[in-house]
Structures are given as structure tokens and as C-alpha cells.
T-cell receptor, first 112, second 115 residues
Framework: QKEVEQDPGPLSVPEGAIVSLNCTYS??????FMWYRQYSRKGPELLMY????GNKEDGRFTAQVDKSSKYISLFIRDSQPSDSATYLCAMSAPQGAQKLVFGHGTRLTINP | NAGVMQNPRHLVRRRGQEARLRCSPMKGHSHVYWYRQLPEEGLKFMVY????????ESGMPKERFSAEFPKEGPSILRIQQVVRGDSAAYFCASSPRQGGTDTQYFGPGTRLTVL
């Protein structure tokens, strides 16, 4: 079993739709949760950072963490064609080197 | 404030040659992480370095791969005697401190192609 599982997609939705992206994980030591956006042939760009359980909102983006279910989500409201990218969830534990463990990534396309 | 810089952006090597990938962290960042992204796969941790120290190299292949972060200059990821399976995108990330409150910012990556 992988430490982090992510819906592989690809996911294609019309412009303006609400997008839901999800990851599950198995390591209960994970405390820090991130979502990165990666455009084709570019480096990952940090979108959201959350510590422990709860919700965090930033503009059109909302990140949710449910540690009891080992489940995290990213919601995108009023999706735009410019949101078309691969979305990577990542997480780390407070101990040790705090290396990030990534999901495989979900490729998202927003259709005009 | 310039972001994480990596060079070269694209590198082509023939089997058996050496590849050197460079990473300059963001200003004020003293922690560097290297990750590899194989085709159709997610990012995988390779190594974590601070200035002049390798802190965690648990993700590095046992042979041919090495990394350093000298007191002066960029961090270097070195791959000796490259093979076709080394073809991938290599990303460097930096953070100001080790700690959960400091997340990692990624560079644009170096795409290595081994012929």
C-alpha cells in the first residue's frame, strides 16, 4: 500500500464548476498537508498549506483535512481554464527530515 | 526575491556519462531537498541537505548518485555513469528552516534525457 493515494484522474469539468480533489494516506504521523499545482513541464507551485485537521480557505481554494479518516481534499470554486494543471497532494511528519511524500497527482482540465 | 534556481533546465547525456545538476536555494534558505519525477509518476524524495551536511539520503539510489551542498555555491546532484532509467525531471526545493511551519518551495526542475 502506498503511503499516499490520490485519485489519478484525468478529470475534465466545464468552466465555472466546483472541483473536488482528494487524497488518502496511511501514515498517522503526517501532520502537515499541502497542495501543489504543477503546469506541464514546470515546477510544483505551492497552493495551500494546512497543519493538522481543519479547513483553510484562500480565494477560490479550500483545503480540508480529516485526520480521523486520513483524508484530505482541495476544492476549487468557479473553476477557470487557467486552473488546468496537475494537482499534487503532499504531506510530511514533524519528526526527522520532514521530507514531503507526494500523491501521484490528478490531471485537471477546465473546459471553456 | 528570486525563487529557487536550477540549471541547466535541460540536459542530454549519453549512457555512461556524468550528469551534474545545480540548485541555488531561495535567499535566506539553508535547507535543500532533491526530488525526482519519473515519467508518469509522482515526485519522490531523494535527499535532504543543509550547508556542508547530508541530513537524510534515504531516497537516493545506493550507487552512482551523490549530492552536496557546500558552504559556498549551489547544491549539486551528481549522477555518474548515467543509464536510460535515470531520464527524469529532477526538482530542487528549499526552505528556511527545518520545521513543519516552513514548507518547501520548488525550482523549475532539470529535465535529464539519457540517450
Amino acid at each position: 500500500q502506498k503511503e499516499v493515494e490520490q485519485d489519478p484522474g484525468p478529470l475534465s469539468v466545464p468552466e465555472g464548476a466546483i472541483v473536488s480533489l482528494n487524497c488518502t494516506y496511511s501514515n498517522s504521523a503526517f501532520q502537515y498537508f499541502m497542495w501543489y499545482r504543477q503546469y506541464s513541464r514546470k515546477g510544483p507551485e505551492l497552493l495551500m498549506y494546512t497543519y493538522s485537521s481543519g479547513n483553510k480557505e484562500d480565494g477560490r481554494f479550500t483545503a480540508q483535512v480529516d485526520k480521523s479518516s486520513k483524508y484530505i481534499s482541495l476544492f476549487i470554486r468557479d473553476s477557470q481554464p487557467s486552473d488546468s494543471a496537475t494537482y499534487l497532494c503532499a504531506m510530511s511528519a514533524p519528526q526527522g527530515a520532514q521530507k514531503l511524500v507526494f500523491g501521484h497527482g490528478t490531471r485537471l482540465t477546465i473546459n471553456p | 526575491n528570486a525563487g529557487v534556481m536550477q540549471n541547466p533546465r535541460h540536459l542530454v547525456r549519453r549512457r555512461g556519462q556524468e550528469a551534474r545538476l545545480r540548485c541555488s536555494p531561495m535567499k535566506g534558505h539553508s535547507h535543500v531537498y532533491w526530488y525526482r519525477q519519473l515519467p508518469e509518476e509522482g515526485l519522490k524524495f531523494m535527499v535532504y541537505l543543509q550547508k556542508e551536511n547530508i541530513i537524510d539520503e534515504s531516497g537516493m539510489p545506493k550507487e552512482r548518485f551523490s549530492a552536496e551542498f557546500p558552504k559556498e555555491g549551489p547544491s549539486i546532484l551528481r549522477i555518474q555513469q548515467v543509464v536510460r532509467g535515470d531520464s527524469a525531471a529532477y526538482f530542487c526545493a528549499s526552505s528556511p528552516r527545518q520545521g513543519g511551519t516552513d514548507t518547501q518551495y520548488f525550482g523549475p526542475g532539470t529535465r535529464l534525457t539519457v540517450l
